[in-house]
Every structure is written in structure tokens, then in C-alpha cells.
């Protein structure tokens, strides 16, 4: 048996400046970090000669038949996808879970990918950096299964920690924030994340807002713009311990999301967001691409319960959160192999680079 998991991420500014169409051109950058909220990946060698997948969180099951090529369209393409790319496809029992439900803005998705890559490396033998992770997440995601996403999710999981991403048509570099653990405390002290109790489907949002960029629409391009400039204010302050400032740049960061595309925000959303706000957020935003999901909310000292209260008025619900350094890693492995080394060291790179297009 081999146990790996990974953490999903909060992203605080920059999202949408790491879809290539955009930060190809113009560059990108985002500041997040990791949380204490992860997707597990169990793999076991099955007793058969099949190939069996189960997910816990889409409630659904696939087996493959020995002798057959291991395609990835339709249920669990994405698991199937990694295991293709390792030449695996017989002789393995594979179990999916998350703490976080999916379509819900804190990267779950990519999470998995991460998770299921750091697994099947392992357990094919490989020792691959984080980077080689991300790029290879990333890969299979994007250039493989054609989802219109970003990389920003890919590299969170892999690294973990608070994080500076930047992206341009150079490549994607990662620089961990060297932030004292008083303003660390006092952030995570401050912020609330409530679930709306509403998912997603990020893809379709994304996909707008990849073809806006595309074509040049100069509101959405503006837009990511000030979201990129707002992103390196909001490290500055981070990084000077200006908690308040910082958590306030959030509601600007909002105002010029929702321009990214439409679907971003609802009626019930924005209701619920000026509910925060009367009672105390000093800003916030829904987290991912939007439309669903955790609303996260910076409020000002000693009012987070008044805010909580009054969004469990509306039906929302806490999630309790803590960040996390360790980013994607094995928890426990009793020896598992499942191929040789050498057949799987050819795999373990992806075709290219999502700095060279792949993303």
C-alpha cells in the first residue's frame, strides 16, 4: 500500500493571471498558500489482473479489463490520465478522497492530479522534485485532458507553503514568502472561509474568460491588469506586516474579478458579501474562478464571530483552516512498486514545459 496526499490552496491575488493566453503576453503573478485541507490517494496492488478506481468524493467506480488500452475520456479521466501517462494499466487498486467537496475555489481539482502523480511516481520508483510535479500536473491537465485552467493550483499543491508565483513566457518560478510568524498568526487569526454550500464548474468560467483574453477584450485584459499590480501592492504590504491593508486590497481584487467573465458572481453572492461587509469584512472575494464555493473574507479585529453569525443567517457555513508548508508528499509506503524504474524514467517529464505553450 502507498498513501500520498496533497493540499489545496487559497488564493489570495492574481488568480486569472495564470491562464497562458494572458500571462504569456503581459506576465502573471499570484500570492497564495497552502491549507490544512487535503485529497488523499490510496494505491494498493490489486489481487487481480484489472485495474480498479473508486472515488469517494463523485460517488462513482471504474474498472478496466486486463489486456485493454487505458484510455482517459468519461469517468475519472483524470486518474486514468496519470496512469496512462506511467504506463500503468493493470495490476493496481486505486481509492480518491478529499476533505474539501470539488468545484468549490480552493484548487481541489489540480490537487488530485498532484496527489495521483506524487503516488504513482513513487510507487513506479521515480523521485521527481516539485517542480517536475507541477510541470507534469499541469501537462496532463492542460495539454492532455484540454481543461481551460490555469497553473497556479498545480504549482500550490507541489510546493505548498505562502507563496510567490510569478508566470511569463520564460516559465513559472516559485518564491516562498519569508513572512514572521506573527503576521502569519494574525492573518489566519482575521480570516474567515464560509462555503456557500453552492459548487461550480470552473471550466466553463475559465473558458470565457481564457477567450476574452484571447481576443484582446480590453475590460477583462484592464482587468487582469489591475489584478497583477494589485497582487505586488498586496505583497508589499504582507511582507511589511501591514495585515489590515492587506486584507483590505482583497475587496478591490474582487471588484475587478468580477469583470473577468460572467458567471463569476450571483445575486445570492453578492448578497451575502455585503452582509459581511456591514459586519465587519474589511474585504474578500469567492474563491477560484468564482460563481460557488468558499467566500473568503478578511475581517477587522474582534469581528470575525459577528460575521460568521451573521452569514449563518443567510446559510453559509464555516470551515475551519489553518496554512501548511509540506505541499504534496507520501505518507506511507510499504514498499509498493509498480513498474520498473527504467520504464517509467522516459514518463516522467512531460512533453513540454507550460512556459513553452503547454499550458
Same mark, same amino acid.
Given at each position: 500500500? @502507498?498513501? /500520498?496526499? /496533497?493540499?489545496?490552496?487559497?488564493?489570495?491575488?492574481?488568480?486569472? *493571471?495564470?491562464?497562458?493566453?494572458?500571462?504569456?503576453?503581459?506576465?502573471?503573478?499570484?500570492?497564495? #498558500?497552502?491549507?490544512? &485541507?487535503?485529497?488523499? !490517494?490510496?494505491?494498493?496492488?490489486?489481487?487481480?489482473?484489472? @485495474?480498479?478506481?473508486?472515488?469517494?468524493?463523485?460517488?462513482?467506480?471504474?474498472?478496466?479489463?486486463?489486456?485493454?488500452?487505458?484510455?482517459?475520456? $468519461?469517468?475519472?479521466?483524470?486518474?486514468?490520465?496519470?496512469?496512462?501517462?506511467? $504506463?500503468?494499466?493493470? $495490476?493496481?487498486?486505486?481509492? @480518491?478522497?478529499? =476533505?474539501?467537496?470539488?468545484? *468549490?475555489?480552493?484548487?481541489?481539482?489540480?490537487?488530485?492530479? %498532484?496527489?495521483?502523480?506524487?503516488?504513482?511516481?513513487?510507487? +513506479?520508483?521515480?523521485?521527481? #522534485?516539485?517542480?517536475?510535479?507541477?510541470? @507534469?500536473? +499541469?501537462?496532463?491537465?492542460?495539454? &492532455?485532458? $484540454?481543461?481551460?485552467?490555469?497553473?497556479?493550483?498545480?504549482?500550490?499543491?507541489?510546493?505548498?507553503?505562502?507563496?510567490? !508565483?510569478?508566470?511569463?513566457?520564460?516559465?513559472?518560478? !516559485?518564491?516562498?514568502?519569508?513572512?514572521?510568524?506573527?503576521?502569519?498568526?494574525?492573518?489566519?487569526?482575521?480570516?474567515?472561509?464560509?462555503?456557500?454550500?453552492?459548487?461550480?464548474?470552473? /471550466?466553463?468560467?475559465?473558458?470565457?474568460?481564457?477567450?476574452?483574453?484571447?481576443?484582446?477584450?480590453?475590460? %477583462?485584459? =484592464?482587468?487582469?491588469?489591475?489584478?497583477?499590480?494589485?497582487?505586488?501592492?498586496?505583497?508589499?504590504?504582507?511582507?511589511?506586516?501591514?495585515?489590515?491593508?492587506?486584507?483590505?486590497?482583497?475587496?478591490?481584487?474582487?471588484?475587478? &474579478? &468580477?469583470?473577468?467573465?460572467?458567471?463569476? *458572481?450571483?445575486?445570492?453572492?453578492?448578497? +451575502?458579501? =455585503?452582509?459581511?461587509?456591514?459586519?465587519?469584512?474589511?474585504?474578500?472575494?469567492?474563491?477560484?474562478?468564482?460563481?460557488?464555493?468558499?467566500?473568503?473574507?478578511? +475581517?477587522?479585529?474582534?469581528?470575525?464571530?459577528? !460575521?460568521?453569525?451573521?452569514?449563518?443567517?443567510?446559510?453559509?457555513?464555516?470551515?475551519? %483552516?489553518?496554512?501548511?508548508?509540506?505541499?504534496?508528499?507520501?505518507?506511507?509506503?510499504?514498499?509498493?512498486?509498480?513498474?520498473?524504474?527504467?520504464?517509467?524514467?522516459?514518463?516522467?517529464?512531460?512533453?513540454?514545459?507550460?512556459?513553452?505553450?503547454?499550458?
Amino acid at each position: 500500500m @502507498l498513501i /500520498a496526499r /496533497a493540499p489545496v490552496r487559497l488564493s489570495f491575488f492574481g488568480g486569472g *493571471t495564470d491562464l497562458a493566453a494572458y500571462y504569456t503576453r503581459y506576465g502573471g503573478a499570484v500570492l497564495s #498558500t497552502t491549507l490544512d &485541507k487535503y485529497v488523499y !490517494v490510496v494505491v494498493n496492488v490489486s489481487e487481480r489482473n484489472g @485495474l480498479q478506481i473508486t472515488s469517494s468524493d463523485y460517488h462513482t467506480f471504474y474498472r478496466h479489463p486486463p489486456g485493454e488500452p487505458l484510455l482517459w475520456d $468519461g469517468d475519472l479521466s483524470l486518474p486514468r490520465a496519470v496512469l496512462q501517462h506511467f $504506463g500503468v494499466a493493470h $495490476g493496481v487498486s486505486m481509492f @480518491l478522497a478529499s =476533505e474539501v467537496p470539488p468545484g *468549490t475555489g480552493l484548487g481541489s481539482s489540480s490537487a488530485v492530479t %498532484v496527489a495521483l502523480i506524487k503516488a504513482v511516481s513513487t510507487a +513506479c520508483g521515480l523521485k521527481l #522534485t516539485k517542480q517536475q510535479v507541477a510541470e @507534469l500536473a +499541469c501537462y496532463i491537465e492542460i495539454e &492532455k485532458l $484540454g481543461k481551460p485552467i490555469g497553473v497556479q493550483d498545480q504549482y500550490a499543491a507541489a510546493y505548498g507553503g505562502l507563496n510567490w !508565483v510569478t508566470f511569463d513566457a520564460n516559465g513559472i518560478r !516559485v518564491e516562498p514568502l519569508d513572512i514572521p510568524q506573527e503576521t502569519i498568526a494574525r492573518l489566519e487569526s482575521n480570516l474567515l472561509l464560509m462555503f456557500t454550500g453552492a459548487t461550480h464548474d470552473s /471550466a466553463q468560467i475559465l473558458g470565457r474568460q481564457t477567450k476574452a483574453s484571447r481576443e484582446q477584450n480590453p475590460r %477583462v485584459i =484592464e482587468s487582469l491588469k489591475g489584478v497583477h499590480e494589485l497582487a505586488l501592492e498586496a505583497r508589499r504590504y504582507l511582507m511589511a506586516g501591514q495585515v489590515d491593508r492587506f486584507g483590505r486590497m482583497l475587496d478591490q481584487a474582487w471588484q475587478l &474579478k &468580477k469583470q473577468f467573465a460572467s458567471g463569476v *458572481t450571483n445575486e445570492r453572492i453578492d448578497r +451575502c458579501y =455585503e452582509v459581511a461587509r456591514r459586519n465587519g469584512a474589511l474585504g474578500g472575494k469567492i474563491a477560484g474562478a468564482g460563481g460557488g464555493g468558499f467566500l473568503i473574507l478578511y +475581517c477587522e479585529e474582534g469581528a470575525r464571530d459577528r !460575521v460568521e453569525a451573521a452569514l449563518a443567517q443567510e446559510g453559509l457555513r464555516r470551515m475551519d %483552516v489553518h496554512f501548511e508548508r509540506d505541499g504534496a508528499r507520501v505518507l506511507f509506503n510499504a514498499g509498493l512498486r509498480l513498474v520498473d524504474v527504467s520504464a517509467a524514467t522516459a514518463m516522467a517529464r512531460p512533453a513540454q514545459s507550460p512556459a513553452n505553450g503547454s499550458s
